[in-house]
């Protein structure tokens, strides 16, 4: 906290002085919240006393934020301490459970209204306070009910966790403010990815199982615990997606190292032996793909690879592929048990489009594109007033918006997620 002040106190004394010494240096300015680097200059206009006009600072739409931000603060902390932890206490009677959100909520208003008053408040930190607390909330509750044999038991630990889970989100989405200030839309990739991730590992665990109406329960953990993995695995590989300023062989890429996933999904079903029904197959090769494509938005975020080379990778893994299941037919034995002929056709398979990949890619190393790259911050700085021609093959894990043409007019339209080819 006192080195918080000292940063407040130095970044105003630099604000006084640099206006050429003729203001006075204001310490009770030092006094207000810094609020990760949303502090309005002093004597702007935009606290309750100022009134000079123009202020650099104050952003459009800024009270419409501080509003949104309010209330839905508001709302999820009177949840959390309101609901759950009551709840987590044991105290969950009727009387209680209506009582106890009255007397929070107004509370919590108070609480994030001191907080709030001489922050201006940006499009990122609107998005990133709503996303980070949300998402932490969520996470102590969902994995202490799939750890927790008793549902009644989970909820309640969750909801005792959430009460530290909260404030510990709301204190990430400041920084994740701070971090992508200039560039509010990385934050809606961030929870797009996110949200998408997280919502296939909630349902994929329904095609675990053969007959699911047995596993109800089973299948509940599992999704919960593993929708919170997937989430946070797209959380951190958003950071390396860029739909704009890759070379033109990256989609393919995409797409054939989530094929390859696929095939993995579909060994590990092999090698855990599962059942001739089609669902926990499915599952498997959903979950590989998604991982697979996952690893492929890591490997090529700063690719340089030719459409060419990435069609001769493909051609590659497909033809290693056919080479396994060639050499599997003449290796074939009869005598085999069912689990080791099912095995033995997949490791084949699986392992000859593997072989067949990295064979091929490492004899492509030459095909680049000529021209080196520009780094990712100067993609991102022109990315704006740059056109370029887009490449036929395009690969979008998560829902993404696009700028088209409607009626003549620039209009945004979300893509659906998959992989498209242009003629």
Known sequence: MLCGAAL?????????TSRGGADVFDFRSAARTSGGGWLDDPGTGTGSGGGSKGSPRKASGSAANRTAYLGYQTALSTYVYGIGVPLGLGFNGPRALIATPLIVAPLAFGAHLSTTGNLDFTDAQVKASFYAPTLATYSATALSLAF????????CIGSLIGAAAYPAGLWYGWQLADTYRSEPKRLDDKMMFALGYGFLGFVTPVLYFEHPSQHSQDILRVGLGQSVGMAATGHFISDYYRPSGTSSGVPLGLATHGALGGLGGIAVAAYADASNSWRPWTGAAIIGSALGVTEGVYFFHDSRDTQERSQYAALGAAGGAMMGLGIQILTYNGDYSVYGQKVSWVSFLVGG??????????????????AALPSQGARDRVAANEVSEPSHWDVNPVPVRETVLSRGEPATRWKVPGVTYRF
């Open 8 to 16: 407040v106190a130095a970044q105003t004394f630099s604000n006084a």
């Open 148 to 155: 927790t044999p008793h549902a009644g038991d989970g909820y």
């Open 353 to 370: 489009a593997f072989a067949g990949y990295v064979a091929t890619y490492a004899l492509t190393g030459h095909l680049t594109e000529t």
